[in-house]
């Protein structure tokens, strides 16, 4: 199984900060990467997919990049909304497989 | 409004089975492959399984393989899985995703495996 790993496991940032987020992959996966966020008691929701593709209606401080192994998720400027947990997931060879979550928190 | 609408969840014992159902509502079913992700109590995300928009593909996460089993009925414009021989391991929240790049989800069914 393919293994994801992401950097760091828990963030604290204050509102405007820019934020980065890594996801490594324990081998190639091209672009086929997704971006997913999660608020306490909630569904994760979708913002990006094949790695740096954003998905309608997330707003545009958030980007990604990557290819390979390697993943970035940028959030440009923090909002107060955007303290959540962040996922990311291949989707490249099954099973498909889940980093191990991001905690991004208020400092 | 576009959404799917998890139901069948709740408490079973150890060894016995529960079929959860995914209503999609505002669009068709029928284009997409479908997902069921599930996450136990305080952890991350686990993927579990997938299956092809006609039903002929079906693809499942190791823990599982042999136990549980997705299928979808189109004309119902519903997603299901059924799950046998459950464990505690299983306890999770179940989450239901259209596609594979998982655009859209639904708000969960918890399944708790508990004597």
């Known amino acids: 199984d393919i293994q994801m790993t992401q950097s760091p496991s828990s963030l604290s940032a204050s509102v405007g900060d820019r934020v980065t987020i890594t996801c490594r992959a324990s081998?190639?996966?091209?672009?086929?990467l997704a971006w997913f966020q999660q608020k306490p008691g909630k569904a994760p929701k979708s913002l990006i997919y094949?790695?740096?593709s954003l998905q309608s209606g997330v707003p545009s401080r958030f980007s990604g990049s990557g290819s390979g192994t390697d993943f970035i998720l940028t959030i440009s400027s923090l909002q107060p909304e955007d303290f959540a947990t962040y996922y990311c997931q291949q989707y490249s060879d099954y099973p498909y497989t889940f980093g191990q979550g991001t905690k991004l928190e208020i400092k | 409004e576009v959404r799917l609408v998890e139901s069948g969840g709740g408490l079973v014992q150890p060894g016995g089975s529960l079929r959860l159902s995914c209503a999609a509502s505002?669009?068709?079913?029928?284009?997409?492959?479908m997902t069921w992700v599930r996450q136990a109590p305080g952890k991350g995300l686990e993927w579990v399984a997938n299956?092809?928009?006609?039903?002929?593909?079906?693809y499942y996460v190791d823990s599982v393989k042999g136990r549980f089993t997705i299928s979808r009925d189109n004309a119902k414009n519903s997603l299901y899985l059924q799950m046998n021989s459950l464990r505690a391991e299983d306890t999770a929240v179940y989450y239901c995703?259209?596609?594979?790049?998982?655009?859209?989800w639904g708000q969960g069914t918890l399944v708790t495996v508990s004597s």
């Open positions: 299956i092809k928009q006609d039903g002929s593909e079906k």
């Open positions: 995703a259209r596609g594979i790049q998982l655009w859209l």
């Open positions: 094949a790695a740096s």
């Open positions: 081998q190639g996966i091209s672009n086929f």
């Open positions: 505002g669009f068709t079913l029928s284009p997409y492959w």
